[in-house]
């Protein structure tokens, strides 16, 4: 079965830090970039980062430009999100989403079900 | 506000057909990017529900169909059911080299 976990979620001070993992199973990971996408609490959903199939490129919102790294160990089929300097905003639900390539149109066709995020003193 | 504009609400009784707008710019869909949809079930993670701004994929019934037209696109389903009350997300890529989402609109199945 084609699945994605994420981990790491939890409550952190603001200003402190917080790793996110997704593994993935079922597919060749390092065939597919992959993406990190968030959502606050009752709002829609927010992009954060992608990566490259091979980890050499890689993509950051605004938002969290200069905070978060994203990275991937196609070795261990897992996906990273390094987050730093958190600040109440960045409070949500962070999924993880394979993208489908080509073939997909680019589309996020598998879609994990997402590790909270609290951030909070 | 999001890059991708749809309504907040829509809502149908069993057996209509809504549809659900989502309006963007030179930048995104209408530089021919394409637009993909998103179904989200109450606490559960968004579903891929339309790549490609027309394509179903495997498992997703024919009631679901896009289409895209210049600098929108929009979402249409027939036959509503109660089990399609959800929250449904546009999204679609931006010259601005950066993947973009629509805001996100809520269907009411009345």
């Known amino acids: 079965e084609v699945q994605l976990v994420e981990s790491g979620g939890g409550l952190v001070q603001p200003g402190g830090s917080l790793r996110l993992s997704c593994a993935a199973s079922?597919?060749?990971?390092?065939?597919?970039?992959m993406h990190w996408v968030r959502q606050a609490p009752g709002k829609g959903l927010e992009y954060v980062s992608a990566?490259?199939?091979?980890?050499?490129?890689?993509y950051y919102a605004n938002s969290v430009k200069g905070r978060f790294t994203i990275s991937r160990d196609n070795s261990k089929n897992t996906l990273y999100l390094q987050m730093g300097s958190l600040r109440a905003e960045d409070m949500a639900v962070y999924y993880c989403?394979?993208?489908?390539?080509?073939?997909?149109?680019?589309?996020?066709?598998?879609w994990g079900q997402g590790t909270m995020v609290t951030v909070s003193s | 506000q999001s890059v991708l504009t749809q309504p907040p609400s829509v809502s149908g009784a069993p057996g209509q057909r809504v549809t659900i707008s989502c309006t963007g710019s030179?930048?995104?869909?209408?530089?021919?990017?394409?637009v993909h949809w998103y179904q989200q079930l109450p606490g559960t993670a968004p579903k891929l529900l339309i790549y490609?701004?027309?394509n179903r994929p495997s498992g997703v019934p024919d009631r679901f169909s896009g289409s895209k037209s210049g600098t929108s696109a929009s979402l249409a389903i027939t036959g509503l059911q109660a089990e399609d009350e959800a929250d449904y997300y546009c999204q679609s890529y931006d010259s601005s080299l950066s993947w973009v989402f629509g805001g996100g609109t809520k269907l009411t199945v009345l």
């Open positions: 079922g597919f060749t990971f390092s065939s597919y970039a």
């Open positions: 490609g701004n027309s």
């Open positions: 990566i490259s199939s091979n980890g050499g490129s890689t």
């Open positions: 030179s930048s995104n869909i209408g530089a021919g990017y394409d």
């Open positions: 989403a394979r993208d489908g390539g080509a073939t997909g149109g680019g589309a996020f066709d598998i």
